[in-house]
């Protein structure tokens, strides 16, 4: 998300101004929340928030927060923030055959990330929802990071697998074409973001990509060494 140095900074969203960590990520505690994602033992790890927001950007999520499956997964906590007791709604994060999961919600796939890692996706994700703008931080070599198009591929994964890539898709992207290196990594990563651009549905990326996987194509032949994929490329273009 958006970098901060201070703690009390805050972002506008779709529901207005949330407040920062020191970290620079929405801290997503809200006051009348009703949903308790459980992410970890910390308090930043904690996230309460607004049931409507995941089930109104998912099918997948208003199914699990409705009906048998949300009665008996209801329960009453202390609010971390004003130290209040709410009844809330619970997703907690777990594994199921080697992969995290929010507990009553399908399984995205099997992933290899490390458990910090899947709590800051999950957090990047919900904050995606709440309409929270993603920042990546400037390159100097032309190109994203290849941490970024990590970070990128597990977000779009995790909206694809929730219904929710009609959301976490435009922002993504918006995201990257933001750092001023998009065009220029495109250039240089091309098939990595062909990818994207074909899981976001995003034609002008793809365009570019594809374009761009052409002009090199005498340069990544599979025959041979380097002349003699160029041989084989002009055979058989005549």
Request: glycine fraction near 8%.
């Amino acid at each position: 998300m958006a970098n901060s140095s201070t703690a009390d900074a805050t972002i506008d969203t779709f529901y207005g101004p949330i407040a920062l960590d020191a970290s620079g990520l929405p801290q997503l505690q809200f006051d009348d929340g009703d949903l308790l994602v459980r992410l970890g033992d910390t308090p930043q790890d904690t996230l309460l928030l607004h049931s409507r927001v995941p089930a109104t950007a998912s099918y997948v999520f208003r199914r699990g927060l409705t009906g048998q499956w949300a009665a008996e997964k209801t329960t009453w906590l202390r609010h971390p923030a004003t130290k209040t007791v709410v009844q809330v709604k619970v997703l907690a994060l777990s594994v199921v055959d080697e992969t995290f999961v929010l507990e009553g919600t399908p399984l995205p796939g099997k992933t290899s990330i490390s458990l910090t890692s899947a709590r800051f996706l999950f957090r990047t994700f919900f904050g995606l929802l709440y309409g929270a703008p993603l920042q990546f931080s400037a390159s100097t070599d032309g190109r994203l990071s290849q941490a970024i198009i990590d970070l990128v591929s597990g977000l779009g994964a995790l909206a694809e697998w929730y219904d929710c890539l009609h959301i976490i898709g435009p922002a993504l992207c918006n995201a990257m074409r933001e750092t001023g290196v998009f065009w220029s990594s495109i250039a240089k990563q091309r098939l990595s973001h062909a990818r994207l651009a074909k899981k976001f549905r995003d034609s002008e990326a793809m365009y570019a990509a594809v374009r761009h996987m052409i002009a090199h194509a005498p340069q990544v032949g599979i025959i041979g060494d380097a002349n003699d994929a160029r041989k084989a490329w002009h055979t058989r273009k005549s």
